[in-house]
């Protein structure tokens, strides 16, 4: 029950609210984005943002940096097989 | 998909198979690592990730899905409010059928109780402007995962003065069970694959105990076939170089101090409970999440009389054993006969994410038996 799926913020609905769009894998659906707006990143400047949705909210933002890093790691441990 | 897709990639898996296979024969001994979270157990079971590690390396299943720890006697007091014909009870589609005494919320709710299933907590503030003569009462669920959507939920209702909306509050923590899981003897453990998503709420630093007082490994953990992969890889290394350490496998969504909103959201409205009753588990201490008195409107344990009801578990039923991975799902009698996914006697046959479930569905008896040190027949016996 703790899933959770990634999506891209294309839209902010509602500022009051802090409602966005979010796009899942080309389904898009409305979500809460309180989790992840502050002061340096008020919503507006989420669009385009990678978040993890779950229940209905952007629980956090992806880390895309980290996510390269990761990825970078395995590709060279799976180079190291070749 | 992006962020899913990339972290599903065979080769690379086949890479970090090797990698642990090489790790494990530098480990002269039987290794036990426990997935804390429901969602791992669910993942482990449908890419087969246990049938892929050497024969030393076992998994446990952990209690890390709120649904199956849920205790009978809260699902009875559920019930028992959806019985008030003023009451529309809203709850996330995981709770409906687990278990109570008698009745789950699904055979109430076809016996004539307004219960409606909802995706989000919010969804409960939107039933209760539309219907304003009626009471919603949301079955607030989940681990520290969950607990800020209702948070936010909470101070929504707060916000927009929304008088007909209340939650009855059901969640647990991870970090308090982990600690009475650490604390039980019958319990051996090599290190922890830790939840995610929990983290990705509370951070790292709440795990430093494990390693610091339990001299225990735990690496915090995605939910794709790769980052489980990598996390095992992960666990092995610090067994074989002889640390101790918390790591951080997920670290494109956890952060080590977690996210700030989502906390500041949770003390705003919650409180911790002294205790709290686990299925299986018995009572912890610390273990639950409670409104605070600032919120009590919105407290149906306050707003309505609850008849608090405790029941014990049903004799047969072993999930106790099976969450604190003492047993396998089919040593436990009455597996696969009296207890399915259609008739569950215990809540680990309930959710996809129980390890009884898991069994059933993807049937991996014989492999895992195979596995299984304890040479204990994997046929389910009959009641
Ligand atoms: S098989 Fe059913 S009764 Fe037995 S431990 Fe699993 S859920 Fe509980």
């Known amino acids: 029950m703790c899933l959770g799926i990634p999506g891209q913020i294309t839209e902010i609905t509602n500022h009051e609210h802090k409602l966005a769009i979010v796009n899942i894998g080309g389904v898009t659906r409305q979500i809460n984005i309180a989790c992840i707006v502050d002061e340096q990143h008020p919503p507006e400047k989420c669009i385009g943002d990678w978040v993890l949705v779950h229940v209905g909210f952007a ?3 992806i880390n895309e940096q980290e996510a390269a890093e990761t990825l970078q790691l395995l590709q060279e441990i799976a180079q190291s097989y070749t | 998909m992006k962020y899913v897709e990339e972290f599903r990639n065979p080769k690379k898996a086949q890479a970090l198979q090797k990698e642990i296979q090489k790790l494990s024969q530098q480990i002269d001994k039987h290794i036990k690592i426990m997935e804390v979270c429901g969602g791992h157990t669910h993942a482990i079971f449908k ?3 246990e049938e ?4 030393n390396i076992e998994l446990i299943h952990g209690p890390g899905c709120p649904v199956c720890v849920m205790p009978k006697g809260r699902i009875d007091d559920a019930i028992a409010l959806c019985q008030n014909p003023q009451i529309i009870f809203t709850t996330f589609g995981d ?3 687990v278990p109570g005494a008698k009745s789950s919320l699904l055979q109430a709710k076809a016996q004539g109780a307004d219960i409606r299933m909802v995706y989000s907590p919010l969804d409960s503030l939107k039933i209760a402007k539309e219907n304003p003569n009626k009471e919603i009462v ?6 520290e995962t969950t607990a800020p959507s209702t948070a936010f939920t909470i101070l929504q209702a707060a916000a927009e003065n929304i008088t007909n909306f209340s939650m009855f509050s059901n969640h647990v923590l991870v970090i308090p069970a982990l600690q009475a899981l650490l604390e039980n003897p019958d319990l051996q453990l090599d ?3 830790g939840p995610g998503h929990v983290s990705m709420v509370i951070g790292t630093e709440p795990y430093e105990f494990i390693s610091q007082e339990y001299h225990k490994p735990i690496v915090i953990s995605g939910f794709e076939p790769l980052d489980i992969f990598q996390s095992i890889w992960m666990l092995l290394k610090q067994i074989v170089e002889n640390r101790c350490q918390v790591e951080n496998q997920y670290n494109r969504l956890v952060e080590p101090a977690g996210n700030k909103n989502a906390l500041t959201a949770i003390n705003q409205v ?6 709290f009753a686990w299925r299986g588990l018995g009572e912890i201490p610390n273990s639950g999440f409670k409104i605070r008195e600032k919120y009590a409107q919105f407290d149906a344990e306050v707003k309505f009389t609850i008849p608090n009801l405790t029941v014990a578990d049903h004799k047969a039923c072993q999930c106790g054993e099976i969450l604190k991975g003492v047993l396998k799902p089919w040593q436990c009698k009455v597996f696969g006969t009296a207890c399915t996914p259609e008739t569950p006697i215990g809540t680990c046959m309930v959710s996809s994410e129980g390890a009884c479930a898991a ?3 993807y049937g991996r008896l014989s492999t895992m038996a195979k596995r299984d040190k304890s040479g204990v027949s994997p046929e389910p016996l009959s009641v």
């Open chain 2, 52 to 55: 892929l590690l050497p024969d």
């Open chain 2, 138 to 143: 949301f079955f607030g669920l989940g681990f």
């Open chain 2, 359 to 361: 069994y059933y569905k």
């Open chain 2, 47 to 49: 890419y087969g990730i």
């Open chain 1, 59 to 61: 629980m956090n933002r």
């Open chain 2, 270 to 275: 919650f409180t911790v409970r002294e205790k």
């Open chain 2, 191 to 193: 290190g922890f694959v």
């Open chain 2, 95 to 97: 709770a409906m059928r």
